[in-house]
């Protein structure tokens, strides 16, 4: 089973300031990862799949990259309704298909 | 436009028994594989199950294996996850969540969600 660690586990954002968020695989899951966004109440919603590419409807500030073992998400200008809980998922290896353990994004 | 609806959750006593369902539209059900994700209260996202889009396969979670069974009906356009044998450590919100590429693409990331039922298992 690959293990997802992402990193940090809060981090605490002005609005208007960017942010990184960093997710390690424990083998390559090569480009099959995606990313997802929780707000609290809230059902998941898919950001990014395949590493890079946005899903429908998502704003070009979020962006990812990465390859392997090592993957980042980066939302420039935080907006007020990008605060939440990020969560990645590797689809790689057959199942389990894994997620990372979470990434809240807070106001500052 | 996709949109997933899930119910059947509830409280149970732990040993109980209990059947949810997710009903789709906006997209050609049997065309896609769907999975049951849940989530315990304050905790990460778990992937629970998965059923191929002519249920051929069905796959399953070491955590709930033996103990619950995924289905489901093209024609109703449905998805069910039927929980035997619960725990408290099954409790939960319990997720629909399609599977955004087709099948043999190996993209099997979640594209659309419901809102999701929550399970209560008690002691």
């Known amino acids: 089973e690959v293990v997802l660690t992402q990193s940090p586990a809060t981090l605490s954002v002005s609005p208007g300031d960017g942010a990184s968020l960093s997710c390690r695989a424990s083998?390559?899951?090569?480009?099959?990862l995606a990313w997802y966004q929780q707000k609290p109440g809230q059902a998941p919603r898919l950001l990014i799949y395949d590493i890079s590419i946005r899903a429908t409807g998502i704003p070009a500030r979020f962006s990812a990259s990465g390859f392997g073992t090592d993957f980042t998400l980066t939302i420039s200008s935080l907006q007020s309704e990008d605060f939440g809980v990020y969560y990645c998922q590797q689809y790689n290896d057959w199942v389990p298909w894994t997620f990372g353990q979470g990434t809240k994004v807070e106001i500052k | 436009e996709v949109q997933l609806v899930e119910s059947g959750g509830g409280l149970v006593k732990s040993g109980g028994s209990l059947r949810l369902s997710c009903a789709a539209s906006?997209?050609?059900?049997?065309?896609?594989?769907m999975n049951w994700v849940r989530q315990a209260p304050g905790k990460g996202l778990e992937w629970v199950s998965s059923?191929?889009?002519?249920?051929?396969?069905?796959y399953y979670a070491d955590s709930v294996r033996g103990r619950f069974t995924i289905s489901r009906d093209n024609a109703k356009r449905s998805l069910y996850l039927q929980m035997s044998s619960l725990r408290v450590d099954d409790s939960a919100v319990y997720y629909c969540?399609?599977?955004?590429?087709?099948?043999?693409?190996?993209?099997?990331?979640?594209?659309?969600w419901g809102q999701g039922t929550l399970v209560t298992v008690s002691s």
């Open positions: 906006g997209f050609t059900f049997s065309s896609y594989s």
């Open positions: 969540a399609k599977t955004g590429g087709l099948e043999g693409s190996g993209d099997n990331y979640f594209d659309s």
């Open positions: 083998q390559s899951v090569l480009g099959r």
């Open positions: 059923i191929t889009s002519t249920s051929s396969y069905k």
